[in-house]
């Protein structure tokens, strides 16, 4: 029979790495939804861990994507891109919507869909 | 003993957060502005983005201030023209008396005053025709005969042609946003209008430099750093006609697309002077390039894909 | 190997190892009388059951992220019938569940299959270092792994954008991991469950 019931040393000082450990992740999840977010000016889209396209973000375009179980329409505008369409059955894809930030992704694991944005930069080669 | 111990690691938890939460290497802020008729991508390497903000408002407020189209501004180049006299913006101010300077600077291959004539010749490329020489010789006429008066703040127009302010408003822009870089003390920073007009300050690589590739001279390219740069090119928008190259830059003295060079680039301190004479030296062509030379700017002429003027030192 | 032939070949290595397992998960100190084979039964068929009924609810993110109510059955297992039997129930979940999903042989059945294995060993690591451990802190640590587990086989398929969603996915599994140990602790506190398990 335990003398103090449920609040042993033990337990306290796994509700103590619990608590800590549950801490330092969500510093991260905060940190990661506060610090600055740059706009993106190229997108990478890659199926199934294979790049397709590596797109700037300066004209608009409709990309149609034959994926496994149908087709995925991906809408590229001026610094953002979205899926527009896709057969996967949940569609969280789709209720992303535009994104615009770089390091910000939109993923259809589904599909293996998977476009990341990013900002060429400090922009290092110009053409003229 | 087992307290204390997750105590310090509660400790070393915040810290950490602490730690990550001021983390600051690596700052890019970044944006893209339409104004001016294209597209601007704004990158500041330093700074916070109320910094940015600030740039991207400029750049949109000045552009509305030279838009041809803004009936709602009432101080800008709109109401100028159609009112013929106006209390100017400062903006269009320095506009105006910096285009009165080119124009003498350039034996007249630099007008504000074309702007008529210019979208008359886009009109009729675009239709795949030339346009009509008694049409030329009226819109030029017209032309010669507009000029401007400013008297402090306040503008004068006599004559019927469009003020057209193209040629030269994203270099100004350009320059008072560095005067306003300058005056914050930032270095760091790129602004691409167009890739017509770019101002480089320093960029994150370790040199501070940007390399910048020639597209109308392939494998030609220069390091920029502290600079502005023009660019005039019939890469940017031309038009073929039985296999004559017509560009969209027309010559104001005898109202005829320019067609001596391909494009011309332009590289100094000064991006308001260097916007208006790209376009007046892609005019007058190679027989000039030494004028802007003894200006003190680098400059490069392009024909056929090739470079076919350079000043020396300055393109590898 | 073409793509073809590497699943032919997993899914017969996995079906194999899943009969010599399970026919060798009898043979362990605990008195192995027909009763706990039927509960062992019993208990397999309930996580497939809460796995399926799971299985209706829409993807979270990827697919195969779930609350994870069929955890709670092999936690209850780890604690009362030991690591083998619970290992069983769980590998075999993870198999049947995506047969029945239809996503087997793919990025969300491996998924599965990972994150279970990963978290069933975790635990019962859990369980033999830290003997004092709550059901609770073994839980959440199950649910973690689980989830690392996941995200291994989701980067090899989609690449590092995933890892992005790692700390709010980890963050998820304190909430989910807590949410199992305090079912599981319920049930241990259930006296009418202890007197029939413990019942010969």
Not at chain 2, 31 to 55: C, N, P, Q, R, S
Not at chain 2, 57 to 72: F, H, K, P
Not at chain 2, 199 to 222: C, H, Q, W
Not at chain 3, 5 to 30: N, P, Q
Request: net charge negative; with cysteine.
């Amino acid at each position: 029979m335990k003398a103090r019931g449920f609040w042993s040393k033990s337990r306290i000082v796994e509700a103590c790495l619990i608590g800590t450990s549950f801490l330092l992740v969500g510093a991260v999840c905060l940190w990661l939804s506060l610090k600055d977010k740059s706009a993106a000016n190229t997108a990478d889209i890659s199926l199934k861990g294979e790049r397709l396209y590596s797109l700037t973000l300066d004209h608009q375009e409709e990309i149609d994507i034959p994926s496994d179980h149908g087709h995925i329409l991906v809408d590229v505008d001026v610094g953002k891109i979205a899926v527009k369409s896709s057969p996967c059955p949940s569609q969280y894809c789709v209720h992303q919507g535009y994104k615009s930030h770089e390091g910000e992704s939109i993923i259809c694991a589904y599909e293996g869909l998977s476009i990341t944005l990013r900002s060429v930069g400090g922009v290092e080669v110009i053409h003229v | 003993m087992c307290l204390s111990k997750s105590l310090l690691l509660a400790l070393s938890t915040i810290a950490l957060s602490l730690g990550l939460f001021s983390c600051s290497h690596n700052v890019h802020h970044s944006d893209m502005v339409y104004a001016y008729g294209t597209f601007w991508e704004v990158h500041l390497y330093e700074g916070k983005d109320e910094d940015l903000d600030e740039i991207c408002d400029y750049i949109a407020e000045t552009s509305r201030v030279l838009d041809l189209e803004a009936s709602s501004v009432e101080d800008g180049l709109y109401a100028l023209n159609h009112l013929g006299q106006v209390n100017a913006h400062p903006f269009l101010i320095d506009a105006l008396s910096l285009a009165l300077e080119m124009e003498k600077l350039t034996h007249g291959a630099f007008s504000y005053t074309v702007g008529d004539l210019t979208a008359s010749w886009l009109d009729a490329l675009g239709h795949g025709v030339l346009l009509e020489e008694e049409i030329v010789v009226d819109l030029l006429q017209k032309s010669r005969q507009t000029s401007i008066k400013i008297e402090n703040e306040s503008v004068i127009k006599t004559g019927e042609a469009t003020i057209d302010l193209g040629a030269l408003g994203k270099g100004l822009c350009l320059k008072k946003i560095k005067a306003k870089l300058d005056q914050k003390g930032f270095t760091k920073y790129l602004i691409n209008a167009g890739t017509s007009s770019i101002l480089f300050g320093e960029n994150t690589s370790k040199s501070g430099e940007t390399r910048v590739e020639i597209d109308d001279a392939p494998g030609r390219y220069f390091y920029a750093k502290n600079g502005a740069l023009s660019v005039s090119s019939n890469s940017r928008q031309s038009y073929i006609i039985d296999e004559w190259t017509y560009s969209h830059i027309i010559d104001p003295r005898d109202g005829y697309p320019a067609n001596n060079v391909d494009a011309v680039l332009l590289y100094g301190d000064d991006a308001a002077k260097l916007d208006a004479l790209s376009t007046a030296y892609f005019v007058l062509g190679e027989e000039y390039a030494s004028e802007l030379e003894d200006m003190g700017y680098h400059v490069a002429m392009c024909k056929g894909g090739k470079v076919i003027y350079e000043s020396a030192g300055f393109l590898e | 190997m073409n793509e073809e032939w590497l699943h032919r070949v997993v899914f017969a290595v996995l079906l194999l190892g899943a009969v010599i397992f399970t026919s060798f998960v009898g043979y362990e100190k605990r008195n192995n009388n027909a009763r706990d084979v039927a509960h062992i039964g019993v208990m397999l068929a309930l996580a497939l059951v809460f796995g399926v009924l799971e299985s209706f609810l829409p993807d979270f993110l990827l697919p195969g992220m779930r609350i994870g109510l069929a955890n709670v059955v092999t936690l209850f297992v780890l604690y009362v019938y030991g690591f083998k039997k619970a290992l069983a129930i769980a590998l075999l979940k993870a198999l049947l569940v995506s047969m029945m999903r239809g996503n087997f042989l793919s990025m969300g059945g491996y998924m599965a299959l990972t994150g279970s294995l990963l978290s069933v060993l975790g635990m019962g690591l859990l369980r033999v270092l830290w003997k004092n451990c709550s059901v609770f802190g073994v839980s959440i640590f199950g649910a973690l792994l689980h989830v690392l587990g996941q995200i291994m086989i989701a980067l090899i398929y989609l690449g590092t954008p995933i890892l992005g969603y790692l700390p709010y996915l980890l963050l998820m599994a304190f909430g989910t991991g807590a949410l199992v140990g305090g079912l599981v602790f319920l049930l241990q506190k259930n006296r009418a469950l202890k007197r029939y398990l413990s019942a010969k």
